[in-house]
């Protein structure tokens, strides 16, 4: 069973090795429910105060 999710305000975040996290705006996105791996909540207070612009990291590879 699944199900699908819209997402409204949504963005995403690019991880790279040399530049830091890029933020890419989706707005309004549709998944559905057989993409669908994780969902979760993000606390606000906390993910403010990350300095993505500093915070480097190797991109995740393909889910297969």
Not at 17 to 36: E, Y
Not at 48 to 64: T, W, Y
């Amino acid at each position: 069973q699944t199900i699908n999710i819209i997402l409204d305000e949504s963005h995403e975040r690019v991880f790279s090795s040399s530049t830091g996290v890029a933020q890419v705006v989706l707005g309004l996105h549709i998944i559905r429910g057989d993409n669908i791996a994780i969902v979760g909540q993000i606390d606000e207070s906390i993910d403010s105060r990350l300095d993505l612009g500093n915070m480097k990291a190797e991109p995740l590879g393909p889910i297969v």
